[in-house]
Every structure is written in C-alpha cells, then in structure tokens.
C-alpha cells in the first residue's frame, strides 16, 4: 500500500474488535495497534506499585516515566512492561476491570493517546480501542464502531477465557461486561462513543469472516 493509511475500530468490550482488527491489519499489509493493551499494561504498573486504579495523585507518580513498550514479531504485538512481556498476564480477568477503571484518568489517556498518535503518524495500522475514532485519530481514513448485544459478547470472552484455561463464571462475566460498559461510556475525558462519520455494525449475528470482509468492501 502507498499512501499511508490508518483505520480506527472502536467498540465496547467483547465486540470481536481485535480478531477482525487483526485480519484487517493482515490482509492490508499494515500494522494492528491493540490500545486496549496499553492500558491494560498501565493497571498492572499500578498494582504491582499497590497504587489503588481510581487514585489519579498516585497514577501520576509513575505514569510520565511508564516503561511501556509495543514490539511485534511472531506475527503478533507483545507488550512490555519494565523489560517484561506481560501479553499473556494482562489478559488476567481481574486486569480486565482495572484497566477499565484506569482508563477513566485523565493523566493516563493523554499519555497513551500521545503514544498512539506517534505510532499511527510513523505507519499505515489498524488501531482498535474506545476512543479512536472520536479522539485520538479524529482524522482517521476510515472509523467503524463494532458492537454486539451483552449476552453475545460475554459468550466470546467466556469461551475465549475457558480455552485459555481460566475457570470463569458466565454470570459473572456477564455484569463484568456490563460494568466496564458504564465505566467506558459514562467517564468524563473522552469515553467510549461511536464517532458521528464511524460506520456503524452490530456482529450479534455475525461471523468473524462476515464483519471482515464487511469492513474491507468500505476500505479496497
Ligand atoms: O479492549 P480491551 O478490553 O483490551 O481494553 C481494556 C480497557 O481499556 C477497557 O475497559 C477500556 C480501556 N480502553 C480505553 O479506554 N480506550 C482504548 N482506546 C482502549 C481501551
């Protein structure tokens, strides 16, 4: 691909964003940005510091300095946090939640947006998130909100989860989804919000390979 390129996919928790971000990413030849990990990365600094995720005085004694690095190779992102690969370990459903509380810091979404500005102006990529469309790239090439009812998208994370070995409550999972659901759309500094030019597709009733190749028919 020439011209360089960057497409936003945002959505809530569990709409599928990041399969379809990745074959997106794939089949185009470009760069996938999962910004979800970030701050999924920012809430493991805190609590491995003890900081409590709400408490913005004591995020932002670390947050400017975050040794937070995103490498790719074996086809895939990994995430370091302080020298470590902390892929696997940020996936922990109990990082879910409070990467969904951090995320609401003001101090922390300018510092990862910072960072997801810089990245998207070096390369074409496929960024998913919350707020991309709407905030961090409200220029991008091409926005598209992804979502799924509740019920559907704690099937996938629950079967997700279950293979990856975690012993998971679908219940559970379900008001999980719900909470980080609120926390993202009602928290004041750019929250989850579909963008007024995104494209607009429920996956409830659709296949990975279906909402794939839906995206790609608006972009090639
Ligand atoms: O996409 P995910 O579940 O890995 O994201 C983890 C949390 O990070 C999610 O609850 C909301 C937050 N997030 C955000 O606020 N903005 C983004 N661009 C990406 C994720």
């Given at each position: 691909?020439?011209?360089?390129?960057?497409?936003?996919?945002?959505?809530?928790?569990?709409?599928?964003?990041?399969?379809?971000?990745?074959?997106?990413?794939?089949?185009?030849?470009?760069?996938?940005?999962?910004?979800?990990?970030?701050?999924?990365?920012?809430?493991?600094?805190?609590?491995?510091?003890?900081?409590?995720?709400?408490?913005?005085?004591?995020?932002?004694?670390?947050?400017?300095?975050?040794?937070?690095?995103?490498?790719?190779?074996?086809?895939?992102?990994?995430?370091f946090?302080?020298?470590?690969?902390v892929?696997?370990k940020?996936?922990?459903?109990?990082?879910?939640?409070?990467?969904?509380?951090?995320?609401s810091?003001?101090?922390?979404?300018?510092?990862?947006v910072?960072?997801?500005?810089?990245?998207?102006?070096?390369?074409?990529?496929?960024?998913?998130?919350?707020?991309?469309?709407?905030?961090?790239?409200?220029?991008?090439?091409?926005?598209?909100?992804?979502?799924?009812?509740?019920?559907?998208?704690?099937?996938?994370?629950?079967?997700?989860?279950?293979?990856?070995?975690?012993?998971?409550?679908?219940?559970?999972?379900?008001?999980?989804?719900?909470?980080?659901?609120?926390?993202?759309?009602?928290?004041?500094?750019?929250?989850?919000?579909?963008?007024?030019?995104?494209?607009?597709?429920?996956?409830?009733?659709?296949?990975?390979?279906?909402?794939?190749?839906?995206?790609?028919?608006?972009?090639?």
């Amino acid at each position: 691909m020439e011209k360089r390129i960057s497409i936003a996919l945002d959505g809530p928790s569990g709409s599928g964003k990041s399969t379809v971000a990745k074959q997106i990413a794939q089949k185009l030849n470009i760069l996938y940005l999962d910004t979800g990990a970030m701050y999924r990365a920012t809430a493991l600094k805190a609590i491995s510091l003890n900081i409590d995720t709400f408490d913005e005085e004591g995020v932002k004694t670390f947050i400017d300095d975050i040794d937070l690095q995103i490498k790719y190779f074996d086809g895939t992102q990994h995430t370091f946090l302080d020298g470590q690969d902390v892929s696997e370990k940020i996936r922990e459903p109990h990082v879910s939640m409070a990467a969904s509380n951090i995320s609401s810091l003001k101090c922390v979404r300018l510092k990862m947006v910072d960072m997801q500005r810089k990245i998207a102006q070096s390369m074409s990529c496929v960024l998913d998130g919350r707020d991309i469309g709407s905030f961090v790239l409200p220029n991008a090439d091409f926005k598209f909100y992804v979502t799924a009812s509740v019920r559907v998208r704690a099937d996938r994370r629950y079967k997700e989860l279950v293979a990856k070995g975690h012993n998971v409550d679908f219940d559970d999972l379900e008001k999980e989804i719900e909470q980080r659901d609120y926390n993202d759309k009602n928290r004041d500094f750019a929250p989850l919000k579909q963008a007024e030019d995104a494209i607009y597709i429920d996956t409830s009733d659709m296949n990975v390979e279906e909402v794939v190749s839906k995206i790609l028919s608006y972009i090639v």
